[in-house]
């Protein structure tokens, strides 16, 4: 099985390509210098040439906020770009494990979302850019995994846990909202899980974070609490800090369907958050 990742050098690609080699497989990972999702014809060669079996698409556009003031852009990576991939994916009879989020619901309510929910209502241009991503998948290719994540950290890049320990060791006082529910996703289990798919023929959509909900407040208690850092640590409301893309309320996603399938769900975000802790340097 030959596997082509894209987005490598973000935090889940890194992840996927480092499971992949442990498994033995051979695989290519590229980033926007080796191949522009939005250039159709850079698409066509590279995959062209490739011809991967599997293509595990992680390159997005994921400024939330900044996407706001970028929709076009946002769209153009997320869309554009997710489509011209579908459609080599079609073309070549490759199996296509799109990752999108949590953020294509409109988060009212307090009960986990469904996979199969057919009521998407993304209240921001990221969330909607990646429903849109998730269409032009459903539309092209027949053997197809879209897999919603939220809360992403992961040991290559910027993330939660990296901001707060920042903010906690630098100032020791801290404010986060408790008004967001949802589930922190750890890429190194996710990408076990992303392999796992790709080994496997139980297409359709899945959510994929790791076990346990918590609010963003919850989360951020216990990062400080298993890095041994004292701060004054707070909970606020969404409303005192004010951002310019809204964001769910509910993100609480059910992933009975892994196991309906054969898969295994993830660690509860705790442990993951141990073994995390025990990767980086804070």
Request: net charge negative; proline share 4%; aromatic share 10%.
């Amino acid at each position: 099985m030959k596997v082509l990742v894209t987005g490598v050098k973000g935090q889940l690609g890194y992840d996927v390509m480092k499971v992949l080699d442990a498994r033995n497989y051979e695989a290519v990972g590229v980033d926007v210098e080796d191949m522009d999702i939005t250039d159709n014809g850079a698409v066509k060669r590279v995959i062209g040439e490739i011809k991967p079996d599997v293509i595990i698409h992680c390159a997005a556009y994921t400024a939330v906020d900044a996407a706001e003031d970028n929709e076009e852009l946002c769209r153009k990576i997320n869309v554009l770009g997710t489509e011209n991939i579908a459609k080599m994916a079609k073309e070549l009879d490759a199996k296509m494990i799109y990752i999108s989020t949590d953020y294509i619901f409109n988060g009212q309510g307090d009960k986990p979302w469904d996979p199969d929910n057919p009521n998407k209502e993304p209240l921001n241009v990221y969330g909607q850019t990646k429903y849109e991503g998730e269409l032009a998948v459903i539309n092209n290719v027949k053997k197809y995994y879209i897999v919603r994540i939220s809360w992403v950290f992961g040991l290559n890049g910027k993330n939660f846990v990296k901001t707060m320990l920042r903010v906690g060791k630098e100032k020791g006082v801290a404010k986060v909202v408790d008004d967001q529910i949802g589930s922190p996703t750890y890429t190194a289990d996710l990408s076990e899980l992303l392999v796992d798919m790709a080994e496997r023929e139980e297409y359709g959509a899945y959510h994929a974070t790791n076990e346990g909900v918590c609010s963003w407040y919850e989360f951020t208690k216990e990062i400080y609490k298993q890095a041994g850092l004292e701060v004054d640590l707070s909970p606020c409301k969404s409303g005192e800090f004010p951002v310019k893309a809204k964001r769910p309320a509910n993100s609480r996603m059910s992933k009975e369907k892994l196991t309906l399938h054969g898969f295994k769900k993830l660690p509860t975000w705790q442990d993951a958050l141990s073994r995390y802790l025990k990767e980086i340097e804070y």
